[in-house]
């Protein structure tokens, strides 16, 4: 943990609140998007980087977030600054009550199990008219005046992301995250060691899903409306491809994802339909070439940094 | 060396963002009119989706060739893929709106996503124009002005199969009807207004069953069985496009539609092309926009031989309604004589203008185009090679949309929520 | 609720749990042997259903047309498959569980697209034979008789793998690489060829699955997401790599599917979900599994 990453941290910061100056309207919108997803895709990666399990569901917690923000703001009136804590409330007891199923089951069972309840939220949320308005989603979430423009909305998202960050990298930096990366690396000593690894294994995917809920609440306004579509496992995929090209061994590197996905997806669309034979390609040469994603290059390159835990070479191994 | 070539992305990723924002705000000496189109060119929508950018070049050529709108304003077209995604429908048209700067968005395919970027429009004032999307939904709350529909919606659809259907039950002596929809919103608001609507027209018509088959199934075998077995007289169905074609072969497989009439589908030109063989002829169906429907109209036998020479095709209801999209938009900018979009937007307001399905007005309360619902019998015909509607009946789009006074009540109601 | 329905009802039920069969089965033996949970199983799927047509437009003008297409329908995609363990997969069998399911869900993208570029996006229909188009009756109750073909070719398959896997030595070494990969490359056996041809074999039978869903209804693009969740659940509940589990699952599936709809219509898919999560809490390794790799 060196003045470096400070650097890079505060260097990465400064940008996202300058650039904005410069920027046309619709590129404000996208870094908007890229900083709501980036929160999405950097909750995931507290289960994924440091418990190492791989949630394929994570958009459900998103999508209650979403849905609990634009359900309180259309129907009761409430004020934006109220809904937001509510969509993580909401988020985080679902997680609650589904992740204590889940953490129980680990690698491809627990990919799956999350993914099964991730398409039950959706369903509920899809078939649930009355409530929830079906798949024609939920219109007319509005911002509050004073945040209702492109530049407003933008800072005001970017101050709830940044500080939602922190939480989590002050979360990562605790004993708590240290305790999580024990049970990451080996679940058996950890336990033997005395720590109920369950309970803390709970908290975590309570506690990143809370943070998915509350990037779900950011979306809703952001979009003028939200559809059960946020919830569905397409949606899930996205921010595991964030953190994979991002780099799951690094706190940023999610985020790094989210800023490279987002920026391109806006960019590829402009001109041609073939969005996910693009992504597909990408996602297919990093998994082969560039495992770690671009934090990975960063770390193998960055001689000044400590060398953390890195997927075995696979140049080595394809030989044998 | 590290932090050399990260230096490098961040400058790069910084070009990059503002050579895109520059570029879309250049200087423009003509003053072109940009169009915009947010259709679904992949997944579920893209069979309907192909028809009506192909319908809607078509009609930009026919304008261009004429020096563009007014006859200065050439018309660039700038199209987006929806994804069927209401999210991606979203993103889809702010990019249109704010880099490409569209005055106007035709669009959608599905009704989730036409009432999604309806706000998105009506927030950049930006005239929005849906041509295949149909959920009543889009124009009967949360009213946008930016908003015009010239699909009849689905109340006036499902009018047109109720006093269709309430007349053949009275001629047959049908008792009992069940229904299988697809379940989302399409098929959902198509199902729910026609069986309050029959409820009316029909009291003495019992539903004994409703059967909800998710958007996308592939088989349905196990509905097929289930309905049969209900024995109703009628069956009224409200399957999405692709999905009704794997129903229809298949419950024909089972000898259904010999047993029990199916009438009021939705089986537009499209099907009728792609079914041509299957398809049982006597079928009672119903469609939006069948080009053989007005071939005494100049404007359609006109597009229809232009169609057909372009594409070497016919075109379906969906280039129909697209290709009168853009025809609506020239007129209300002739009436204003001005592309700006406020006064074109006010021109059009109550205005009656020319289609391919004759001369239709715009209803002031909610900005529907007053077009009609076509049911008929599917029968081979010898001018084509697939089989059309005969004895097809008009119903007009006056004599089936919702009175006023429910709007004006629907609307109370959401404003009090 | 008078008997032939219910009678109707467990057909209809059988022949939806049939054709889940042929699609999971393949997917069920190449995470079973390779541990690999493909993503793109259904995306081949729809690929072998799209080969069927094009095959079956060459040689349309014949009777035998689709009997003849829905082989070679299968084994090109088997030869897509065999492209795709050579060039993809095999390069990430030793690593960690999300590259390998990321590296299908790119896939699953990256062919969806290709099948759109290939095929365009009209809907393509294939004509039945005449002698499966019209219902046949069992017992006063109609079956659509291309079910009949499908419920038919669902047990064949099931008999030909358990042939294959019980009774030639190619399948005791296949069997064998479930329990210990480590073991049957101490034998001597060459690994890589055993996962290749389990991989190849897995989606030759998807692609024959989907050659058999051709003349069912239409191809259309995007058909296989509507599928693969439910392949995935069938998987589950039978466990992986179960032969025998999986037949049972999918017919369990199919005959949930086909009573919900009498009982909770638009619920019949939230039961699978419920049943599937029920499933991974009670006994993650599923009904016929065993639970060594959980």
């Known amino acids: ?320 | 060396m590290r932090r050399k070539s990260l230096l490098c992305i961040v400058a790069a990723l910084a070009v990059c963002l503002l050579l895109a924002s520059g570029g879309a705000g250049q200087a423009r000496a003509a003053e072109p009119y940009k169009l915009g189109v947010a259709l679904a060119i992949t997944g579920t929508g893209a069979l309907y989706c192909k028809d009506g950018v192909d319908a809607i070049k078509l009609a930009v050529d026919e304008i261009n060739a004429k020096g563009g709108f007014l006859g200065k304003h050439p018309i660039e077209v700038f199209i987006r893929d929806t994804h069927t995604k209401p999210d991606a429908a979203v993103r889809a048209t702010r990019d249109l709106i704010l880099r490409d700067k569209a005055r106007t968005v035709l669009g959608t395919y599905s009704s989730a996503c036409a009432v999604a970027i309806k706000p998105v429009c009506q927030e950049y004032k930006v005239l929005h124009i849906p041509a295949i999307s149909n959920s009543e939904g889009i124009t009967l709350t949360n009213f946008s002005p930016y908003t015009y529909q010239v699909v009849p919606n689905s109340y006036m659809q499902a009018k047109a199969v109720v006093l269709g259907v309430a007349a053949l039950a009275k001629k047959k002596g049908w008792k009992t009807y069940a229904t299988i929809a697809s379940d989302y919103e399409w098929g959902r608001s198509t199902q729910q207004n026609t069986v309050a609507l029959l409820k009316e027209l029909a009291p003495e018509l019992k539903l004994v069953k409703e059967f909800w088959p998710p958007l996308g199934e592939t088989q349905f075998t196990s509905y097929i069985t289930a309905i049969m077995a209900q024995k109703p007289d009628f069956v009224i169905g409200s399957i999405a496009s692709k999905d009704n074609v794997a129903w229809m072969k298949q419950a024909k497989a089972y000898g259904f539609f010999k047993k029990i009439p199916y009438p009021g589908s939705l089986i537009s030109v499209t099907e009728l092309i792609l079914q041509a063989k299957s398809l049982d002829r006597g079928l009672v169906g119903l469609c939006r926009a069948p080009f053989f429907a007005h071939l005494d109209q100049p404007m359609m036998a006109n597009f229809v031989k232009a169609f057909k020479k372009k594409y070497n095709r016919y075109p379906s209801d969906w280039a129909v309604m697209e290709y009168d999209a853009v025809y609506a938009l020239k007129q209300g900018i002739d009436k204003a004589n001005s592309i700006d979009t406020e006064k074109v937007k006010a021109a059009l307001k109550g205005a009656t203008i020319d289609t391919t399905r004759g001369k239709l007005s715009f209803r002031n309360i909610d900005n529907q185009l007053g077009c009609s619902s076509y049911l008929g019998v599917v029968a081979d015909d010898p001018k084509y090679p697939f089989p059309i509607y005969h004895d097809l009946v008009e119903v007009k789009g006056p004599d089936s949309w919702r009175p006023e006074k429910e709007i004006i009540a629907a609307r109370a109601a959401e404003k009090k929520k | 609720m008078d008997l032939s329905l219910l009678f109707a009802q467990a057909l209809s039920g059988l022949s939806r749990g049939m054709m889940l069969f042929l699609i999971a089965s393949g997917l069920s033996l190449i995470f079973g042997v390779m541990n690999i949970l493909n993503f793109a199983h259904a995306t081949l799927w729809l690929v072998g259903a799209y080969a069927c047509y094009t095959f079956w437009f060459l040689l349309q003008n014949h009777d035998f047309a689709v009997w003849l297409a829905i082989p070679l329908a299968a084994l090109s995609v088997a030869l897509v498959g065999w492209v795709i363990e050579v060039v993809l997969i095999r390069r990430v069998y030793e690593r960690e569980l999300p590259e390998q399911l990321l590296l299908t869900y790119a896939l699953v993208l990256i062919l969806g697209d290709l099948i759109k570029i290939t095929w365009g996006v009209d809907d393509k229909l294939i004509t039945r034979p005449a002698m499966l188009s019209e219902p046949v009756y069992l017992a006063g109750v109609p079956i659509d008789s291309y079910f009949i073909f499908v419920i038919a070719v669902g047990f064949a398959v099931y008999l030909a793998l358990w042939w294959f896997l019980q009774k030639t030595r190619y399948g005791h070494i296949v069997r064998a690489a479930v329990f210990s990969r480590e073991m049957v490359s101490a034998l001597g056996i060459p690994i890589p060829i055993i996962y290749t041809g389990v991989f190849v074999l897995g989606i030759f039978i998807a692609g024959l699955a989907g050659a058999i869903q051709g003349p069912v209804g239409s191809v259309t693009l995007g058909m296989d997401m509507a599928v693969v969740i439910q392949a995935f659940c069938v998987v589950i509940i039978g466990g992986f790599g179960s032969l025998p589990g999986t037949m049972v699952s999918s017919i369990i599936v199919g005959e949930v599917y086909a009573f919900a709809i009498l009982f909770w219509p638009g619920g019949a898919l939230a039961l699978i979900f419920i049943l599937t999560a029920i499933v991974l809490i009670v006994r993650p390794w599923g009904l016929f599994g065993t639970p060594l790799r959980a």
């Open chain 1, 1 to 320: 943990m060196g003045k470096k990453k400070w650097a890079w941290a505060g260097a990465v910061f400064a940008a996202l609140l300058l650039l904005p100056a410069v920027l046309g309207e619709f590129w404000v919108l996208v870094l908007t998007e890229i900083v709501i997803m980036g929160l999405f895709a950097v909750s995931f990666n507290m289960i994924f980087g440091y418990m190492g399990q791989l949630s394929f569901g994570h958009a459900a917690y998103y999508g209650v977030g979403a849905y609990t923000t634009g359900l309180l703001m259309v129907k009761a009136g409430l004020p934006l600054a109220l809904c937001l804590p509510f969509s993580m409330i909401m988020a985080g007891a679902v997680a609650l009550v589904l992740g204590y199923f889940c953490i129980r089951l680990t690698g491809i069972y627990f990919a799956i199990l999350t993914m099964a309840f991730g398409q039950l939220i959706f369903y509920i949320i899809f078939q649930w008219y009355s409530f929830t308005g079906g798949d024609n989603g939920l219109q007319g979430i509005r911002p509050p005046a004073m945040l209702d423009g492109a530049w407003s909305y933008y800072y005001f998202a970017l101050l709830v992301v940044t500080a939602a960050v922190v939480v989590m990298w002050i979360i990562s930096e605790s004993p708590f995250g240290y305790t999580m990366r024990a049970i990451r690396d080996n679940p058996q000593r950890t336990r033997f060691v005395g720590v109920n690894t369950k309970k803390y294994m709970l908290i975590n995917f309570v506690v990143a899903a809370m943070f998915a809920g509350l990037a779900g609440g950011l979306w809703g306004p952001f979009n003028r409306s939200i559809s059960p579509d946020l919830c569905n496992w397409h949606q899930s995929g996205v921010p595991v491809f964030m953190t994979i090209i991002g780099g799951p061994t690094g706190f940023l590197g999610p985020l790094i994802g989210s800023v490279i996905y987002t920026f391109l997806m806006a960019f590829v669309t402009g001109f041609t339909e073939y969005w996910p034979l693009t992504i597909g390609i990408i996602i297919t040469m990093v998994v082969l070439f560039m495992p770690g994603g671009v934090w990975g290059l960063v770390e193998r390159y960055g001689a000044a940094l400590p060398a953390r835990k890195e997927p075995p070479a696979d140049s080595e191994r394809e030989a044998s």
